[in-house]
């Protein structure tokens, strides 16, 4: 049988109520954007993640591929000079490329690089090294010679074979000015360097250079070509470059063993290609590309292929894993207001429809007729307001995630028809109420038992998803399923709506019996009024889920912004630091003095900072990053710092049971005990106990511990000394450490950024701010708070219409019995107060509670870089708002109400049989 | 109301009765089940550390470059440390330590040699001659005892003295001290002589200590009784001290206690150290093997939890039916009690009164009855076998459970008894309030959360099992009445009155489905629990095949030795052994994901259908997934008698001399290849014996690699040298036609013109070698007896196929070694035996072995023996290694003490779950007795005869009752399929390899419907039977 439609009726009844049509339609298009644009977003967001991962991960993304050099024994025993070496290179460079495949399209031109082992620069005080590099660009690194000329073959014959066991072969090298101003060399000069094997080198200079573009990505294969590199061939040692030309890159083979140089082809990846997508493509073709390059034992010519970038891209891959299960918590909240509020206008538009539905169904409409009558304007609404959210999406972000749109578009198409059916259905329904009582309360049983059925399931399902997030956390990495641990927020707060909602009617209930007692009339009126109105579970749900969820999202905002703040503080620990490098140490109390005049600079504090202390205690050991500081000074420095307090720390005590008379192979520790300040994460040293820090060529100092240091440090086992006391028990202090707070504490560190390393606590905070992922999170918390504010605001005014013309009847009536206007109003807003109070008092107190319970699961320290979970902060301004945003609404829905109803007659109001 | 209980009770004795043993029935599960978490799992815990490897429960403590004057008390101080961080546990420790390197008296070469102390020395050598060292009476006087090498090479026996001269060095001073040679011992494989400086071979030529730079031939050890060594006053270069506990009466505070200390033992250690020693650590696996014991015993946990829901929700089911047949029963009471003016909360209170009697009646049995029960289930197998039977005991948490559980289902009888409407209404509760299909919506939550896969257990996946039967149970309850319908319209059509009457009466009452939810859950859970037993112990069997390969590895601890290979097969009785690679490899520059490295199996493939074990798809074997590996004929070779001497003799020309190490690969009858190596020999025309190459019987010459070396002091300009070796065989070369000999590396072109030719004096091989450049490899001609491929043929687990997207015919290149072998790929199998769960590669030995022979590379990478079907397992006294067998490893997956506790559990639940059925069987069809009779009475009056009214009332009974035998059969051949495999966990938590298939025992399974029918059958027709009898004129005047 197919249906009937009638057509003009769907027409009718879409004019009718075009605008309850309209504001689902705007409803459905505003959250289609957001979940639609939201995870794009967030891939967007990813892949500038991955792009800022390679980019800092720097050559350790690089795909390098190594070969040997064919073999070149010459028929006279020797070794051959090689004069094709440089197109040697470039036929690997040709064939990796051809390996490559579709990786070659996200990597950078390639650069040809042959370098030659560690060498030993033999005059001299301070050890320094010189390595020697062939480095050929895409364009090759261009340099304009300031002095001498290009190094050159250093034989005439180029085809010359080098005899066996022969002097060391001369090798020409050009270095760049800042080489040739440390070495003092020119042009022309012999560097004295040998090997490991303390066999010489005969490496002369032909040239001074200046490269043309120092940024050229050329260089960044050898930056030391250019400025000589500190620390990179061990502590203390200074790299020093020499660079061949493609003209004596034969020279270069020859004056080492085969074996000692290779041919290098390294491939930068292009950050600005990348994408999330393409990194994984990239994993498996680097994993297939390894797996398929020749082993490290093979002698052949083959091609090797060397790279982490699949270690860096699966590093990032998890971070994103994680951004995305934080950025589900919030959406899920979205969707899940936002399927509310579309349930709710449903309901009012079938209740503004219900006179014409019944009488289309009195008059013979089928209900699949009226059904498919009602499906085709919401059908025709949610595609129009979809399409116009994905179009926006599609506009602004390129894409859209239709998977998260569909609950909002099937809430929006399904929810309208369902409700008008029912409506049709109940109102005419044959079947009678039964006579017999006990039918009856079987009927009402059954109802009562299908609603605590379902409130039952729904605290079930947020016990069970409020269980898994607090057990693994929302993170995928755990295993398991992403969505329900992120619907834990969500589902918790339907928990809480749904109890509120058992709440409401017996607070409302109770108002009205006091007002029953009372002697005002208005009083009367209002809580009658909404005491009957208290029972609708759509408006409880959905302004309850709306505060609670927005007041959840904002608690995230504050948190996590509080958290980026104080991890860089923790990190810093003061406004700047400047660590001192080891050879400027000295000068440590005098640069803190001259900083601490500096404008600006309020506190200036040097201490000595050990990073691994080998402090033993009871006889185990255990290290810790000691810090021996003038600890009044210190004091005040955190005194005005967001940081925690110093304790006191009381002056040297004289303790007898300084040494353990247990251990009497221990040196015994001299003098008194020296007050410290501990704090071990693994609990193993308490109060009270005493530490034995080794000292050479002297009996261990014996520190006691006498309270607990404050967490003002990102390491996990800290100890705090005062430097007074340490020196008074005969420990030399060498401040290595400035802490700077102030204004110019910044820029007075700065100055000095040439004793050693200088950390801004300013900029630490803005670089982990701006990183791609807590950007993008932050932002979609905050357009998250913004949106269900909104919602949850849409909702009271879609509840309070819902119930206007009824109101506004019964107030009408009352007017006949002398309610004056303003009256009306008052129990028009004593009506609607409850629910409001409601929502902003119940909502916000339920998402604090919940924030308060998943706080830790939900991983914010990934975001703030703090070493534990951030402290909750609560954002009470914001809260403030949400707070009186609903009493707010009613203050304006109710005058507006009654204006719009002011200029109907009052015998039209009373008037049998409709509003 | 005490006394109106009193009555009733005495009255209704036997609904009580049932609803108590009901009741009892759940709470004895929930105890048994209580009892197996809380009382097994501590013991099972204390068990598995027991019978854990001891090397695994050890703790060892090295410390380096201890000074004279120290060593006492370093001992004693790390002695202390280690004995105290196995606290509270005795343990017992075992020192070796060497001093720094000495100088040997009387030589020029700056030989050098080392004192040691080994604390329990006669295990660990076997004395040739002389005796033990014993303490002297001072220890620069000192007993020693030399390794066989040691007194061979210094020409020292029992009763000759060594005098060490004191070194003076400031960082390690040593006395002078005064060795008397008292005996002459072997070491014994396999006991820790891998950790001696020399590693046990008494002398190496070039040792370095790490003090110098340089080289030096060294010799040792004197060993000396460690109280000389000790006392001696002399440094010591090396200390260990290994600590093993006595783990008796381990319980798991007092382990985690243990592994706490032992964690912290390191830095304990270099604190009471201090500078005392250089270089500290403890090292132990206990913490670990703990861990991971915890995690298996948590898997296990689970799945028994699962099971106690099981059984508590079938429990209720038969509770709530028991509760509405006695309310039921009671509604005539009820009415006349609320007419004579009772109120409703007097009802409750009564009702409550009641149900805490049961409860607390229940309890009291469940109490003892639980414990003896799992007292009994621990003396049976699985769990006798593993140590864990036990006497009857209580627990806290077992009482707390069975009350907790009784009371809870005596809450489910006051809610039954106190609700005011009338018990049966049309529908039943579960499809009134819609709770089914919320069920059916949980249990989907749950098979997803199971689905994903988490590591750790989780209160989701206990659940599962429970909810997915349930929602499948209610589900076929919604189709129940429909169907009836159905039939009760076909019946309509009989001409009979018999059958209409009773597909009438079954379709149309509405208790007549009352204990449909119990029947269809108890058959579900029935089924499901004998399918789930079926497939876990089907799943370990699986698991254990592929973890251990084959029936008996043997991991060697010891290089490989010729005629290994018989001895192995002469203790186990096998079928076929074959040496095994079983070894992690870089693949190209890959070394897998996340330490997660490349495995690579090497075997004689010509017997993996003998050898090789685990599940391959479709019914294929090892012996079909593997042809084409091996190669396609054996290598030949030259037999050598056993005991003979070979020689060697060269000669070259030039002016620089040239010497070569020759290097013989022989292949004894087990397949096993060993490497004999010559010293360096100059090539000066002098024939050379190279003894010791053919230890034992049946061996050939392979192979032979040439090294040709020269002093590179003496050469000034590159030059070449034509040389001539032969290779002189104790008997007749033979047929020589299949060897042939190349360059291992011919590209570097360093050799030239190489041949080979046989004849009865040996092999000759000849060519030109250049002197100058190169490397080893590449002055080194091989001789091989046979072809080797290009590339090595080798099958690979589906894991690295899908990690490297390589298929059939890929190339490959494996680091095995330090040399680099091209493999291409034959075949992707789902996983290689002896490697579940890794990237794998498996490949023939032989010709993995003739690859790496003809680069250069003679070592035959074997790590291990393989044997099938062995008749002996016990390998401990060849001293060998740790053997694993297929049928160990099985019996620990399915009865360990970690594991034991679900098969147990499960043993349990079919029988409960069966009992629960007829229970409930027989109070739904007693109860249609009472409210039928009259009834009966009118059909009698009517005129049918007493067979007809057997007929309709058997009729109507099995109208309902097989329909929900075979829906909840249905339910739980579907959970089985659905959830059993996803419930199966490996032992680490994670997913098996192989894995799970579901296994539906159809004997058990047929053998427990066919139970179930014939129990309900006897029920139905006993009460059939009776009804018919008893229905009389009687009743009907009674009534009327």
């Known amino acids: 049988m197919r249906p009937a439609l009638h057509w003009p009726s769907i027409r009718g009844r879409a004019r009718a109520d075009a605008g309850p049509l309209l504001l689902s339609a705007v409803v459905v298009a505003v959250v289609t954007f957001l979940a639609g644009a939201v995870p794009v977003a967030l891939g967007d967001t990813a892949d500038e993640a991955v792009q800022a991962a390679v980019r ?25 000079r090689t004069a094709r070496s440089a197109e040697a290179l470039d036929d690997l460079r040709d064939r990796s ?100 094997n303390r066999n010489p080198k005969d490496v002369r200079v032909s040239g001074v250079f200046r490269p043309t573009d120092p940024g050229d990505p050329a260089w960044q294969a050898a930056p030391w070509l250019l400025n000589p590199v500190h620390g990179r061939d061990g502590a203390g040692i200074t790299r020093f470059g020499g660079m061949v030309s493609k003209d004596s890159l034969p020279d270069f083979r020859l004056a080492f063993e085969p074996d000692q140089t290779n041919r290098i082809v390294r491939f930068s990846p292009d950050p600005a290609l990348l994408t999330l997508d393409s990194a994984q493509r990239i994993v498996s073709a680097v994993v297939r590309l390894k797996a398929t390059s020749a082993s490290s034992g093979d002698r052949s010519t083959e091609s090797q292929w060397w790279t982490q970038l699949d270690t860096v891209l699966s590093d990032v891959q998890d971070q994103i894993d994680a951004a995305t299960a934080q950025a589900a918590v919030l959406l899920i909240a979205v969707t899940t207001v936002a399927v509310l509020i579309l349930l709710l206008a449903a309901e009012l538009l079938a209740a503004r429809r219900s006179p014409a539905l019944t009488v289309a169904r009195q008059r013979g409409a089928a209900l699949p007729s009226l059904g498919l009558e009602l499906l085709i304007e919401s059908a025709l609404v949610a595609a129009l307001a979809a399409g116009a959210g994905a179009l926006l999406s599609a506009l602004f972000t390129g894409a859209v995630a239709a998977a998260w749109t569909l609950p909002v578009v099937l809430a929006g198409l399904l929810a309208g028809p369902a409700f008008g059916v029912v409506r049709a259905f109940r109102a005419t329904r044959d079947r009678r109420v039964p006579a017999n009582r006990g039918a009856r309360l079987v009927a009402r049983r059954t109802a009562a038992l299908r609603r605590l059925t379902l409130e039952l399931a729904v605290l079930a399902a947020a016990a069970t998803a409020l269980t898994l997030l607090n057990r693994h956390g929302v993170l995928p990495s755990a295993g398991g399923t992403v969505l329900l641990p992120a619907a834990a927020p969500a589902l918790a707060v339907l928990t809480g709506a749904a109890l509120l909602l058992r709440l409401l009617p017996l607070i409302t209930g109770l108002a009205l019996r006091q007002a029953l007692r009372s002697s005002r009339p208005l009083a009367v009126f209002g809580a009658a009024r909404a005491a009957s109105a208290s029972a609708r579970p759509l408006p409880v749900l959905t302004l309850v889920g709306a505060a609670a969820l927005a007041s959840f999202a904002l608690a995230v905002t504050s948190t996590v912004d509080r958290g980026l703040t104080d991890g860089a503080w923790r990190t810093v620990g003061a406004d700047a630091r400047l660590r001192v490098a080891s050879d400027s140490v000295v000068t440590v109390p005098e640069t803190a003095q001259r900083i601490a005049a500096t404008p600006g600079v309020r506190h200036a504090v040097a201490a000595q900072v050990v990073d691994v202390a080998p402090l033993v205690v009871a006889d185990a050991e255990r290290p810790a990053r000691l810090v021996i500081v003038d600890s009044a000074a210190y004091r005040a420095l955190l005194a005005e710092t967001p940081l925690p307090a110093l304790p006191s720390l009381p002056a040297a005590l004289s303790l007898p049971t300084a040494s353990s008379p247990a251990a009497p192979n221990q040196p015994t520790a001299s003098g008194p005990a020296v007050p410290a300040l501990v704090r071990y994460a693994g609990g193993h040293v308490r109060t009270g106990d005493h530490l034995k820090l080794p000292r050479q060529a002297a009996p261990a100092l014996d520190l006691v511990a006498t309270g607990i240091a404050p967490a003002v440090d990102s390491s996990e086992d800290l100890v705090v000394v005062d430097a007074a006391t340490m020196t008074a028990a005969g420990y030399q202090v060498v401040p290595d450490t400035i802490w700077v707070t102030g204004p110019g504490a910044g820029q007075a560190a700065a100055a000095h950024s040439g004793e050693g390393l200088v950390d801004l606590r300013a900029e630490v905070e803005a670089s982990r701010r701006d990183a791609p992922l807590v950007t993008g999170l932050i932002r979609l918390a905050w357009a998250s708070a913004a949106m269900l504010l909104a919602l949850g605001l849409l909702g ?35 009506e609607l107060l409850p629910l409001a109070l409601l929502a902003a008092a119940g909502g916000p107190l339920l998402g604090l509670l919940l924030i308060h319970l998943t706080v830790g699961p939900l991983s914010l320290r990934l975001l703030t870089a703090q070493p534990e979970a951030p402290p909750l902060v609560l954002p009470w301004a914001a809260l403030t708002v949400l707070f009186l945003a609903f009493p707010a609404m009613v203050a304006a829905v109710v005058p507006l109400e009654s204006a719009l109803r002011r200029r109907r007659r009052l015998a039209e109001v009373l008037r049998v049989g409709g509003a | 109301m005490i006394a109106l209980l009193a009555r009733r009770t005495l009255a209704q004795w036997p609904v009580l009765a049932a609803l108590l043993a009901v009741v009892t029935l759940g709470a004895t599960l929930l105890g048994v089940c209580a009892l197996l978490v809380t009382r097994t799992a501590p013991v099972a815990l204390g068990v598995a550390a027991q019978q854990a490897d001891p090397r695994r429960m050890s703790v060892t403590a090295y410390t380096s470059t201890i000074k004279g004057a120290d060593t006492a008390a370093v001992t004693d101080a790390t002695r202390t440390v280690l004995t105290s961080a196995l606290a509270p546990f005795p343990a017992t420790g075992a020192v070796r330590a060497s001093s720094v390197m000495r100088d040997l008296p009387g030589r020029d070469d700056e030989a050098k040699t080392y004192l040691s102390g080994v604390e329990d020395l006669p295990d660990r050598a076997a004395l040739v001659t002389g005796r033990w060292p014993r303490a002297g009476a001072t220890p620069r006087r000192a007993e020693a005892v030399l390794l066989e090498p040691t007194a061979k090479l210094l020409g020292l026996t029992v009763g000759s003295r060594v005098r060490l001269a004191a070194d003076t060095d400031a960082e390690a001073p040593a006395p002078a001290v005064e060795l008397t040679v008292v005996g002459v011992a ?110 298996q015993q948590d898997v296990t946990q689970a799945a028994v939890l699962a099971v106690a829901v099981l059984g508590i929700v079938l429990t209720a089911a038969a509770l709530a039916l028991a509760g509405r047949l006695t309310a039921g029963l009671r509604a005539a009471e009820t009415a006349l009690l609320s007419a004579v003016g009772t109120s409703r909360v007097q009802l409750a209170v009564t009702a409550a009164l009641e149900a805490g009697l049961i409860a607390l009646a229940a309890a009291a049995v469940a109490i003892p009855g639980s414990s003896l029960l799992h007292a009994a289930l621990s003396h049976l197998p699985p769990m006798s076998g593993a140590g864990l039977a036990t006497a009857p005991g209580v627990t806290g948490a077992q009482i707390l459970a069975i009350v907790a559980g009784s009371f809870g289902l005596a809450l489910v009888l006051v809610l039954l008894a106190v609700r005011t409407e009338r018990p049966g209404g049309r529908r039943e509760f579960l499809a009134r309030s819609g709770a089914d299909l919320l069920l059916v919506a949980f249990a989907a939550v749950g098979w997803w959360q199971l689905h994903a896969g988490r590591t750790e257990a989780d209160f989701l996946q206990v659940l599962a099992p429970g909810l997915l039967l349930a929602a499948g149970a209610a589900l076929a309850l919604r189709l129940v009445p429909p169907a009836l319908r159905l039939a009760d319209r076909l019946a309509r059509r009989s001409e009979s009155l018999p059958l209409p009457l ?124 593997t042809r084409g590996l091996a190669p396609a004929a054996p290598a030949g070779g030259i037999p050598v008698a056993a005991g003979a001497t070979l020689t060697v003799r060269g000669t070259a020309t030039g002016t620089v001399p040239v010497t070569v190490a020759p290097r013989l690969l022989l292949q004894d009858a087990a397949g096993l290849r060993t490497v004999c190596a010559g010293a360096p020999v100059p090539l000066d025309g002098k024939r050379r014996p190279l003894a010791g190459c053919a230890p034992a019987a049946g061996m050939r010459l392979v192979a032979v690699a040439l090294p040709f070396d020269y002093d590179s002091g003496l050469l000034w300009q590159v030059s070449q040298s034509r040389f001539t070796v032969t290779l002189g065989l104790p008997g007749p070369a033979g047929d020589v036609t299949g060897w042939h000999s190349a360059p291992a590396q011919a590209a570097a072109g360093q050799l030239a013109g190489t041949a080979m030719t046989g004849s009865r004096a040996g092999l000759t091989m000849t060519g030109t070698v250049q002197l100058g450049g190169g490397s080893p490899t590449e002055m080194t001609l091989v001789g091989s007896s046979f072809e080797a491929p290009a590339a090595v043929p080798v099958l690979v687990s589906e894991k690295l196929a899908d990690g490297l997207q390589v298929r059939t015919g890929a190339a490959l290149d494996l680091t095995v070694g330090t040399t680099a072998v091209p493999v291409r790929v034959a075949g992707v199998v789902p996983a290689v035996p002896g490697a579940p769960g890794a990237a794998a590669v498996l490949a023939d030995l032989d010709s993995l072995s003739r690859v790496l022979t003809s680069r250069g590379d003679l070592s035959y990478p074997a790590d291990a023996w393989w044997a099938g079907s062995p008749a002996r397992t016990d390998l401990a006294a060849l001293h060998l290694g740790a053997a694993t067998t297929r049928a160990g490893e099985t019996a620990r997956l399915t009865a360990g003490p970690l594991n034991a506790g679900l098969p147990a559990v499960l043993r349990l639940l079919v029988p409960a779950a069966v009992l629960l059925l007829l229970a409930g069987v027989i109070l739904h069809v007693t109860h249609d007795l009472r409210d039928r009779a009259v009834e009966v009475a009118r059909l009698r009056g009517l005129g049918m005869t007493g067979r007809e009214i057997r007929t309709t009332l058997l009729g109507q009974h099995a109208a309902i009752l097989l329909p929900l035998l075979l829906a909840g059969t249905l339910v739980g051949g579907s959970g089985t399929v659905i959830v059993a495999p996803l419930l199966i966990r490996s032992e680490t938590g994670a997913t098996p390899v192989p894995p799970v298939l579901p296994a539906w025992p159809w004997t058990t399974e047929l053998l427990l419907i066919a139970l179930l029918v014939a129990g309900c059958t006897l029920a139905a027709g006993t009460v059939a039977t009776v009804q018919a009898r008893r229905a009389g004129a009687a009743l009907l005047r009674v009534v009327s």
């Open chain 1, 56 to 80: 800092q991960a720097g050559s350790d993304a690089d795909v390098q591929v190594q070969a040997r050099w064919e073999y070149d024994d010459g028929s006279g025993g020797g070794r051959v």
């Open chain 1, 97 to 196: 490329l051809d390996e490559l495949g579709p990786l070659g399209e996200v990597l950078l031109p390639p650069v040809e690089l042959v370098d030659s082992p560690y060498l030993k620069i033999v005059n001299g005080a301070e050890p320094r090294s010189f390595r020697i590099d062939y480095v050929a660009g895409g364009s090759g690194p261009a340099v304009t010679w300031v002095s001498g000329a290009a190094p050159q073959p250093s034989v005439a014959r180029l085809d010359v074979e080098a005899p066996f066991n022969g002097p060391p072969w001369p090798v020409q090298v050009g270095v760049s000015e800042a080489t040739a101003a440390r070495l003092g060399v020119k042009a022309g000069d012999r560097l004295q360097v040998e090997d490991d």
């Open chain 1, 796 to 830: 009271f005014a879609l509840s309070a219409s819902a119930g206007a013309p009824e109101r506004w009847q019964t107030l009408s009536r009352l007017r006949t019995l002398g309610l004056r206007t303003s009256e009306a109003r008052r129990v028009a807003a004593g």
């Open chain 2, 186 to 295: 072997r070491p014994l494989p396999g006991v820790g002589w891998d950790r001696d400086l020399l590693e046990g071979a008494g002398y190496a030529p070039d040792h370095n200590d790490g003090t110098t730079t340089r080289d030096f031939p060294a010799y040792g050890p004197f060993l000396v009784d460690l109280v000389d060594l000790i006392g001696g006053g002399s440094s010591l270069l090396r200390m260990e001290i290994t600590v093993r506990p006595d783990l008796t009466g381990a319980t798991p505070d007092t382990l985690d206690t243990a592994a706490d200390q032992v964690l912290d033992a390191d830095s304990r250690l270099t604190g009471t150290l201090g500078d005392r020693a250089r270089f500290t650590r403890v090292a132990s696996d206990l913490p670990y093997t703990l861990i991971s014991a915890r995690h």
């Open chain 2, 502 to 625: 009773a597909a009438f009466e079954a379709a149309r009452r509405p208790q007549a489905a009352a204990a449909g939810l119990l029947i269809c859950l108890a058959a579900a859970t029935g089924t499901f629990g004998a399918a789930l037993a079926a497939t876990w112990d089907r799943s370990q069997h699986d698991q254990a095949d592929l973890a251990v390969g084959t029936d008996l590895a043997l991991r060697l601890t010891t290089p490989p030795v010729a005629g290994q290979g018989a001895a192995i097969t002469e203790a186990t009785g096998a079928a076929a052994i074959s040496p095994v690679t079983d070894r992690g490899v870089a693949i190209g520059q890959w070394l897998g994901a996340a330490g997660d490295t490349p495995h690579l199996i090497a075997l004689d493939t010509t017997r993996a259908g003998a050898l090789l074990r685990g599940r391959l798809p479709d019914g294929a074997d090892w012996a079909s997934a």
